[in-house]
């Protein structure tokens, strides 16, 4: 094992850029430092990860309505962690609807995230969506009081726009997917995901962030979103998002949970990796099947969400209503990595490392 010093024997005095002072700065060189920042933190959660027994978590987005269905929905989950076992909540997005969050204390977090989960008493690993920088034209600003409750909650988990979180044998890289789309921080972001991915030693890589790959639902697939292709802006028709999939996600990540369009999605897997849709938070739009993916299962009938176990070489994962009724299950084994994982960090430059080859890829429950 590499020797955590360097980086890692920092690591419990630097600081986000994000947070240091506001001292002038170049650019570039701004830019420098949030990446050596960010990679530093993701080698040395990856040197420090211990083998645990099976990780077990939920997932969902698009559930800031503050609405009954959301109130249901909490309710279900905390019976299934007390049945089945949860460690952690990915939540995928559009935290609070539809302005965002507008200030420290906005009563927004109380009735949209406390009070609806007031019963699971686990870390949630928050992500912006769309909607948590207010609707068009988007506010930068606003996302800076998301990331700012983390250290006023003790649940909410958004230390930064992006993010690794170790978990035993599972790496989660939490993505801000609206501010990549926007130029917010796309360079940083990909160039992060990129090494972060390539250095990952868990078990299992696990990518989540609030816009979809694949969508049958009302948005649509990546390069495609609103089904208006290369009619619409980049910014519209997700095409910088469709890269970022293709160019480095795909092949390096074994899941990839996305939300966006209101619905439970599990399309057939593409590229070497599964993609989950969990929108379905809080309400619920309608399966256009646009794209036409096909699908091992979908669900546009009522909110729902995700309940998943990793142990070993084993994904189970099952999909649930607003009720806490079981809609769906499917087990895989997990897929081999290629010997060397390559990724393109940035257009006109291609990296590869090596990686230890995994076990055969397998499947059930279809």
């Known amino acids: 094992m590499p020797r955590m010093n360097g980086c890692c024997a920092r690591s419990a005095v630097i600081r986000s850029p994000l947070l240091q002072s506001k001292r002038t700065v170049k650019p570039e060189n701004a830019m420098l430092a949030r ?12 040197l420090a990860m ?27 989950m905390t019976a299934l962690c007390a049945r089945k076992g949860c460690d952690f909540v990915i939540y995928l997005g559009d935290n609070f609807y539809g302005q965002g969050i507008t200030r420290p204390d906005d009563p927004q977090f109380q009735q949209k995230f406390e009070l609806p989960y007031a019963g699971l008493d686990l870390p949630f690993y928050a992500m912006l969506g769309n909607h948590d920088y ?4 988007l506010d930068y600003w606003k ?6 409750y983390t250290w006023r909650s003790a649940r909410w988990k958004m230390p ?23 130029g917010v ?39 495609n979103y609103e089904g208006c292709g290369n009619f619409c802006p980049a910014i519209v028709n997700g095409a910088p998002l469709k890269d970022l999939f293709e160019d480095i996600i795909c092949g390096n990540a074994d899941i990839v949970l996305s939300a ?14 599964e993609f989950i849709v969990s929108g379905a938070g809080s309400k619920t739009t309608r399966l256009v099947r646009r794209d036409a993916n096909p699908v091992h299962f979908e669900h546009d009938r009522t909110p729902g969400f995700l ?21 769906y299950k499917r087990s895989i084994t997990k897929a081999a990595r290629p010997a060397w994982r390559c990724t393109r960090p940035w257009p006109g430059y291609a990296g590869c490392l090596p990686a230890q080859l995994q076990p055969e890829a397998g499947g059930a429950g279809d």
Request: contains cysteine; hydrophobic residues 40%; proline residues 5%.
């Open 143 to 148: 996302p800076q009081f998301q990331i700012a």
């Open 134 to 137: 207010g609707d068009p034209p």
């Open 50 to 76: 211990p083998a645990t027994a099976a990780v077990r978590f939920l997932a969902l987005g698009d559930a800031g309505e503050g609405n009954p269905a959301q109130y249901a929905m909490g309710k279900a």
């Open 185 to 223: 921080n796309t360079d940083v972001q990909r160039a992060w995901l990129a090494g972060a991915l390539a250095i990952s030693r868990a078990k299992w890589n696990i990518v989540a962030g609030h816009h979809s790959y694949l969508s049958n639902g009302e948005h649509g697939n990546a390069g």
């Open 307 to 327: 309940w998943a176990s990793i142990e070993g070489e084993r994904f189970s994962a099952e999909l649930y209503d607003l009720n806490g009724k079981l809609l």
């Open 160 to 182: 930064h726009p992006f993010y690794l979180v170790q978990k035993g044998e599972v790496a989660l890289f939490a993505l801000d997917t609206t501010g990549y789309l926007q």
């Open 35 to 46: 990446l050596r920042f960010l990679l530093c933190a993701s080698l040395c959660a990856a």
């Open 260 to 273: 966006h369009d209101h619905n439970l999605q599990w399309p057939k897997s593409r590229c070497g990796t």
